[in-house]
């Protein structure tokens, strides 16, 4: 069983930006490691991924260009630099964890964190 904390959400204006972290109760290294968000109303959608083992990255295309993933395996953590923050990207946002394989679909993934709420005022 793999715990999710993340951390670093809060009250932005458009156009700032909010680091998220997600720390992990064990060693991620050679997961896949993603985040997703989910706002009021709406399905939970895919933001961005980083595969294991110095694995490639990928990207939603409503945050290419914005968001960089990255993760720093020696503190089994996966960071979510966000930049040019717009109205939009207001949800709570999820870290998750699945062992093999990149996927966007959320129901690949084995753990979740609670979520750490972002919110972009206009």
């Known amino acids: 069983q793999v715990q999710l904390a993340e951390s670093g959400g809060g009250l932005v204006q458009a156009g700032g930006s909010l680091r998220l972290s997600c720390a992990a109760s064990?060693?991620?290294?050679?997961?896949?490691m993603a985040w997703f968000r989910q706002a009021p109303g709406k399905e939970r959608e895919f933001v961005a991924g980083?595969?294991?083992?110095?694995?490639?990255?990928s990207y939603a295309d409503s945050v290419t260009g914005r968001f960089t993933i990255s993760r720093v395996d020696a503190k089994n953590t996966v960071v979510l630099q966000m930049n040019s923050l717009k109205p939009e990207d207001t949800a709570i946002y999820f870290c998750?964890?699945?062992?093999?394989?990149?996927?966007?679909?959320?129901?690949?993934?084995?753990?979740w964190g609670q979520g750490t709420q972002v919110t972009v005022s206009s």
């Open positions: 998750a964890v699945r062992f093999i394989g990149t996927s966007r679909r959320s129901s690949d993934y084995h753990f």
């Open positions: 064990e060693r991620t290294s050679t997961y896949v």
């Open positions: 980083t595969a294991g083992s110095g694995g490639a990255s």
